[in-house]
């Protein structure tokens, strides 16, 4: 089961949790510096002030992981 405790790499690799990414967090899967967040766990990521700056709030991050958990 998909989740933001999965590592952005292994999330990458799967088209259906790209577009929840992309779909609750416009942009994201577009940022130059995504491959530098591979080896981190969503919920990691979504730690760093960048992420809070872009909009990745906690709502967002909730709303994400229910999404990634129905696939």
Do not use: C, H
């Amino acid at each position: 089961m998909a989740s933001i405790d999965m590592k952005l790499k292994d999330l990458m690799k799967d088209p259906a949790a790209v577009e929840v990414l992309e779909k609750n967090f416009p942009g994201f899967t577009k940022n130059p510096q995504l491959k530098m967040g591979y080896p981190m766990t969503f919920r990691t990521i979504a730690r760093f002030p960048q992420a809070v700056q872009m909009g990745l709030t906690a709502e967002v991050l909730a709303k994400i992981d229910a999404d990634l958990k129905a696939l």
